[in-house]
Structures are given as structure tokens and as C-alpha cells.
């Protein structure tokens, strides 16, 4: 597919590329391991930097290497997005559905799993599926409806709307039975089978919330963040930068490195200092947050210094996806509380 030189918008649902990517010379990887070498093909994923650990999509050289002697029934691709603002999956199941099905049929050999699904959102196009089922050569594979309301994509909650089953957060899906990736990870293991650079490219998505636009791009893996923004001419002198799911509060710097992590970038205005007011005891938090949590009681805790009253209040539980702190009327500092007291 032929792609931009320059940046490019939502709108345009393409993919631009940084200089110094387009222009490297594929990879012939030999001799290729059969199709069912688990550990031929963990090893050439590991040496070509074929990697992935981010909320949607994660760990997955941890993934892989407990699938040897451990039974998996589902293998997992969510083309899911929680922001519709930055639809990054969707743009890639459509830029790379050749990738996406050779990958998706890789890890479907090697896990053995008898059920393929691919969960994609209803209100989405999703006429890539034809062109990747046809590629995975298992009669299991099945696209699975399933809206990306935030925070959806977490391992935990897709493990119990999909499964049934219970996962601590932090928890690899495969101690479940269940192997859980991305489409961003499914193109990267693809591209490897098809002989591809999969180690020198990564997918991008970039919100500019200043300008309200959303750029996807192919960058070199372990470009700089700053370097991104340069390309795309974001120098706005207030800028500060969140990596993944907005509400999550994961800052980063512009001498981040990009590429396996999160792959959503937004920048955003400088973050007022948080002067918050008393707890109301509203409820709020604990009615909007999706794992059913107390997080007040766990702020309590964090001020406190109790862990056990941390165990009460659910801290095992939580996701870390920060709802709770975006619904609080008196502006209470209850996701950083909790990461405080995990910590």
C-alpha cells in the first residue's frame, strides 16, 4: 500500500512514515521455523525485537513462553479502540490485513487454541475480516462484537466479558487460559512471517489536542518522542504528553522512547495543580468504576499508610484506568492515591 511522506489525518485513515523507515531493506530471516515450533518461533521473534507490553496488548515474549505445557483454549486479537478519537487498531486491520492474518495464524498454531476470536466493534467496517479468516487456516476463527467503551481493553475486563474469568490485574491472560494481543502486535509477529522489518517500524497514533487532530504514522522503533513531534510540527510551548488511554495519567517525556510500549500519544495542555475540596461521600467513583472498587476507601488508606485497609477497600482489583479521579466533583487525587499505595 502506498503510503504519504507528510502527516496525515484521521480523516485520511492512512499511514505516514518517518524519514528513515520506508527506505530499510527487508529482512530474509532463515531457515524459518515450522509452523508448530513454539520455541523456534519465540526465539525469532525474541532476535528479530518482535515485542509488545502495553494495557491492550500485554507482555508477550512473557506470553509465549508459558505456553509451553499449558493448555490454551482462546487466543485473543482485539481490534478494539476505547477512544474514538483515535481509532489506531481499526487503522491498522485496515492498512495490514495481510500481516494481521499471517500473524493471528502464527500464534494460533502455537498456542493450539481451538477458538480464534477477533473482537471488533459493531459500529466500525470491519471488511478487512474476510481477507484475515481466510488466512487462518483453523475453523475456529470468529469475529467476536464487542464495543470498545473505555476502559474495555483491559486484560482483566475483556478476560471477564469474553471468558467469565476471573484475573487479577497485572496478571498474564495466558495463567488463564487465554493468549490476549493486539492488532499492532498481531501485524508485528505477521510481518515476520512474511519476511518483513518487523523490529524497525512501529505503529503510531498521535492526538494533537490543540489542533483536534489525530496522525497515524510508521516510525522507526526507538524514535524519541520528540522526534516525532518534530515530524509533525507539535511545538506548542504548554504541551505536556499522556502514553495510552487518556484517563490513565501516563506521562511521559520527550526523550520517551516509542515503539513497544503504548502506542497513543496525546498532547495536551499543562495540568493544573489539584487543589482538592473534602470528600462528599457522593459515590461516584464507586459507581463508575468498572471493577466495583471502593476507590474513596482506598485514598483513605493510602493517606493512612494501610495496606490491609487497602485489601478491604479492593486495591487488588483495581485497573488503574482513572475514572475514578475524572468523576470525583471535589477533584480528589484518587488514582495517584492508589498508585501511591501499590507502590
Known amino acids: 500500500m502506498d503510503v504519504p511522506s507528510t502527516p496525515t489525518a484521521v480523516s485520511d485513515a492512512t499511514f505516514a512514515v518517518m524519514p528513515g523507515t520506508s527506505a530499510v531493506e527487508p529482512v530474509r530471516i532463515t531457515p524459518t521455523p515450522a509452523p508448530?515450533?513454539?520455541?523456534?518461533?519465540?526465539g525469532m521473534l525474541k532476535n528479530t525485537g518482535v515485542q509488545a507490553d502495553r494495557i491492550a496488548s500485554p507482555d508477550l515474549g512473557a506470553q509465549l513462553a508459558q505456553l509451553e505445557g499449558r493448555k490454551i483454549d482462546t487466543m485473543i486479537c482485539s481490534v478494539l479502540d476505547t477512544d474514538p478519537s483515535v481509532p489506531l487498531n481499526a487503522t491498522i486491520a485496515e492498512t495490514f490485513t495481510d500481516e494481521l492474518g499471517a500473524g493471528i495464524d502464527l500464534l494460533a498454531r502455537l498456542t493450539g487454541a481451538p477458538r480464534i476470536w477477533i473482537t471488533a466493534d459493531p459500529d466500525k467496517p470491519s471488511d478487512w475480516f474476510d481477507t484475515v479468516a481466510d488466512k487462518v487456516h483453523r475453523p475456529g476463527c470468529r469475529l467476536i462484537p464487542l464495543r470498545g467503551d473505555y476502559p474495555q481493553?483491559?486484560?482483566a475486563l475483556m478476560m471477564h466479558t469474553l471468558l467469565q474469568r476471573q484475573l487479577k490485574p497485572g496478571k498474564l491472560p495466558t495463567e488463564k487460559g487465554a493468549l490476549l494481543i493486539d492488532a499492532a502486535a498481531a501485524v508485528a509477529v505477521g510481518?515476520?512471517?512474511?519476511?518483513?522489518?518487523p523490529s524497525r517500524q512501529s505503529p503510531?497514533?498521535?492526538r494533537d489536542h490543540f489542533a483536534q487532530k489525530t496522525y497515524f504514522l510508521l516510525v522507526p522503533?526507538?524514535?524519541?518522542?520528540a522526534s516525532v513531534c518534530d515530524f509533525l510540527q507539535i511545538h506548542h510551548p504548554e504541551a505536556q504528553f499522556r502514553g495510552g488511554d487518556?484517563?490513565?495519567?501516563?506521562w511521559i517525556t520527550p526523550d520517551t522512547p516509542l515503539g513497544q510500549g503504548e502506542l497513543v500519544i496525546h498532547a495536551t495542555a499543562i495540568a493544573a495543580d489539584a487543589n482538592p475540596d473534602p470528600c462528599i461521600h457522593c459515590g461516584w467513583c464507586l459507581e463508575a468504576c468498572p471493577t466495583r472498587i471502593h476507590p474513596a476507601g482506598l485514598l483513605d488508606a493510602a493517606q493512612q499508610n494501610d495496606r490491609r485497609a487497602g485489601r478491604k477497600f479492593g486495591i487488588e482489583s483495581c485497573i488503574e484506568c482513572g475514572i475514578c479521579s475524572y468523576v470525583c466533583p471535589t477533584r480528589l487525587p484518587l488514582l495517584a492515591a492508589i498508585r501511591g499505595l501499590k507502590s
Open 36 to 42: 508448530g515450533d513454539l520455541s523456534g518461533w519465540v
Open 204 to 206: 503510531l497514533a498521535v
Open 221 to 225: 522503533m526507538g524514535v524519541r518522542l
Open 153 to 155: 481493553t483491559d486484560p
Open 191 to 197: 510481518k515476520c512471517v512474511l519476511h518483513e522489518p
Open 246 to 250: 487518556f484517563l490513565r495519567d501516563l
